[in-house]
């Protein structure tokens, strides 16, 4: 049985703590069937519209709430209720509030046509505003979510959730199947077939809603303050017998347990809200919302393999890529990227998906992103697919971490048509984290002891602590001083190798 809106906003905030905004509805229409469908539905919920709004506390911080209601006449859209959405929304600005939306509808309101059908532009324009100032926009997709509920303000969030197996999409099965004359597939319109492409970020159930959006809004609202012992992590330059041979590194990296991405963020974070992915939560790419040492960020990372198997990173995570990095510059949240990949997918439908357009496009994102970027060279970067995640205002590496144009053995079989002579161009590429670092292509190397995989929690301690502190400068630095040393960094990249 789906929860009403008074009983789903109950579950979300502090007891006793919501303040509703609704004005009540004077208007009633002309028509009097209509009417008459009104005032059943008025009767049967207890409320007078089909969304309730108001503003109450999640963990002790204030959020405003938008909760669609479908047991009235299925949470369709008409004028006075856009009006009563789009006053929450604007209310929300005004006071500078995160605002989270709960939407479950059908829709727009036949009864009323094309004027409640165009009240989606105005409904869109507030929530734009909302965006554009900066604050927390979050939606919660209920089932059912359609029509043009799902295709504006419903799908706009700086992070969209989705209640599990939700139906999500544009028109419903049934005016699909009039329309078409074909059945819809039943899994097409599903949250967790939209997850695993991407277009939901996470599936939650409404009893753990509350906490994940607790810990969202912990990182989404909070804002570095520079720590005045933060200094940037300068670890004494290895002697030539202390760094690691560059094939040997290469082998260290694809070690089965050497510490990925999401071991990473679980080890060193206080704050840790992982999102789903392209190819579900064991895909290639790993995006999360956390808060390390004091300092929030958003972060995309490559997670090299699951399990035994490794994974390409795909034209699909990349997009994901590039949708994280815009609402972590919309919200002034900091960028880190982790680079942990064998390389981007190699196959037929890659091509056609236009993997290396998505390359590209990353490229263009993170070097125009205002926000500050780290990049963190944690294993294994190889290719295109480790390309993408590198622009950034400063890079650190793990000792054993490399970054080629292929994975030696494809160097080697362009060189010398074989794969044997992989380990003498590894070490003759420099592709290892300290010849990178000598070169100015990384900033600070963090040591292994030899091995990441021998020593997890150290390893994790050591690189945690140096993406904070490095956070910490990077947000003290004025963002004109930032942004032109950032141009001035890829302008010169390269110069030292030849």
């Known amino acids: 049985m789906s929860l009403t809106a008074h009983q789903l906003i109950g579950l979300l905030v502090d007891p006793g703590s919501f303040v509703s905004w609704d004005d009540p509805v004077t208007t009633e229409p002309r028509d ?156 097409v319109q599903r949250a967790d077939t939209l997850a695993e492409r991407g277009l939901v970020d996470a599936v939650v159930a409404p009893e753990e809603l509350r906490e994940v959006l607790r810990r969202s809004l912990a990182v989404l609202t909070r804002r570095a303050l520079p720590s005045p012992s933060a200094v940037p992590p300068t670890p004494v330059p290895p002697t030539p017998a202390d760094r690691p ?108 998906d236009g993997v290396a357009v998505e390359i590209a496009h990353c490229l263009t994102t993170l070097l125009s992103l205002r926000t500050p970027v780290l990049a963190v060279l944690l294993g294994q970067g190889s290719g295109g697919g480790a390309l993408a995640l590198l622009p950034a205002d400063r890079v650190l590496a793990a000792g054993n971490a490399w970054l080629a144009p292929l994975p030696p053995e494809g160097a080697s079989a362009i060189v010398h048509r074989d794969g044997s002579h992989a380990p003498e161009l590894a070490r003759a590429q420099g592709i290892g984290a300290h010849d990178l670092a000598a070169v100015g292509l990384v900033d600070t190397v963090i040591p292994e002891l030899p091995d990441a995989a021998d020593e997890p929690a150290a390893f994790c301690a050591r690189l945690g602590h140096a993406v904070s502190t490095t956070l910490a400068t990077l947000a003290a630095t004025p963002t004109s001083d930032r942004l032109a040393a950032r141009t001035a960094r890829h302008r010169r990249l390269g110069d030292l190798v030849l």
């Open 245 to 352: 041979d560059a094939w040997e590194a290469v082998l260290r990296t694809r070690h089965p347990d050497r510490p990925g991405t999401r071991e990473l963020l679980r080890r060193t974070t206080e704050e840790l809200v992982l999102l789903d992915s392209p190819g579900g939560r064991d895909g290639a790419l790993v995006r999360a919302l956390a808060v390390l040492d004091g300092q929030p960020a958003v972060v995309v990372g490559q997670q090299r393999r699951a399990g035994a198997q490794e994974r390409p990173f795909t034209a699909a995570d990349l997009r994901s890529v590039r949708r994280t990095a815009r609402f972590a510059e919309q919200l002034g949240l900091p960028l880190v990227t982790v680079v942990d990949t064998a390389g981007a997918e190699l196959s037929v439908q890659a091509e056609l």
């Open 32 to 187: 009097p069937e209509y009417r008459a469908s009104l005032t059943r539905a008025r009767e049967r919920t207890g409320i007078d519209e089909a969304v309730v709004t108001g503003i109450g506390r999640i963990g002790g911080g204030q959020a405003a709430l938008i909760a669609s209601e479908f047991g009235f006449l299925g949470g369709s859209i008409g004028v006075a209720t856009a009006e009563r959405i789009t006053r929450a929304v604007e209310q929300a600005t005004a006071a500078r509030l995160p605002l989270i939306a709960l939407p479950v509808s059908g829709g727009t309101r036949m009864q009323e046509g094309s004027a409640a059908f165009l009240c989606m532009l105005r409904i869109t324009a507030a929530v734009q505003a909302h965006r554009a100032a900066g604050l927390p926009y979050l939606t919660y997709l209920r089932n059912p979510t359609m029509g043009g509920v799902f295709a504006s303000w419903g799908t706009l969030g700086h992070l969209v959730l989705a209640e599990p197996d939700a139906r999500l999409g544009f028109l419903g099965p049934r005016v699909y199947e009039e329309l078409r004359g074909v059945q819809l597939p039943p899994d």
